[in-house]
């Protein structure tokens, strides 16, 4: 997937890059991001040997994972500030089997919309295809804790 994105505003990267250190999933993990953009994000994995499954392939949750995080990034670029924004639905086709090394997520914003945004993510390992998926995200603004 080759994606052509206009760069962050230095202010915007080093927020974003403080979200990233205090995402427990993306430490533990051990997700590495080389790149953010205005609706883009390339995220890279460390296949460890405790994100396999039984047959000895990187687990569909951890692809899952990684690719539901790479499509976030990428959309949290555009956010406004303070929204909030959560998974409303994830299609992901599985299309390679991984063993070792790592992969590569890349993601980009098709739609930012008002309440609703979709992007769009690829995984490889190199050239290779492992997987690719669409995501739904919903925008919202967090709700006042005072009572009416």
Same mark, same amino acid.
């Given at each position: 997937?080759?994606?052509?994105?206009?760069?962050?505003?230095? /202010?915007?990267?080093?927020?974003?890059?403080?979200?990233?250190?205090?995402?427990?999933?993306?430490?533990?993990?051990?997700?590495?991001?080389?790149?953010?953009?205005?609706?883009?994000?390339?995220?890279?994995?460390?296949?460890?040997? /405790?994100?396999?499954?039984?047959?000895?392939?990187?687990?569909?949750?951890?692809?899952?994972? #990684?690719? /539901?995080?790479?499509?976030?990034?990428? #959309?949290?670029?555009?956010?406004?500030?303070?929204?909030?924004?959560?998974?409303?639905?994830?299609?992901?086709?599985?299309?390679?089997?991984?063993?070792?090394?790592?992969?590569?997520?890349?993601?980009?914003?098709?739609?930012?919309?008002?309440?609703?945004?979709?992007?769009?993510?690829?995984?490889?390992?190199?050239?290779?295809?492992?997987?690719?998926? #669409?995501?739904?995200?919903?925008?919202?603004?967090?709700?006042?804790?005072?009572?009416?």
């Amino acid at each position: 997937m080759s994606v052509e994105f206009e760069p962050l505003t230095a /202010d915007l990267e080093a927020a974003l890059r403080a979200r990233l250190a205090a995402n427990p999933f993306v430490n533990f993990m051990g997700i590495q991001v080389p790149q953010l953009g205005r609706g883009y994000a390339r995220f890279i994995l460390p296949i460890r040997p /405790d994100f396999l499954n039984s047959q000895g392939f990187l687990q569909g949750g951890v692809v899952a994972g #990684l690719a /539901d995080e790479a499509v976030a990034y990428a #959309l949290f670029s555009l956010a406004k500030s303070g929204e909030l924004l959560n998974t409303v639905e994830m299609k992901i086709n599985f299309l390679a089997p991984v063993r070792q090394g790592e992969v590569e997520a890349q993601a980009h914003i098709v739609k930012r919309g008002r309440t609703i945004s979709l992007g769009e993510v690829v995984v490889k390992q190199g050239e290779r295809l492992v997987a690719k998926g #669409l995501c739904t995200y919903i925008h919202q603004m967090p709700r006042s804790s005072a009572k009416s």
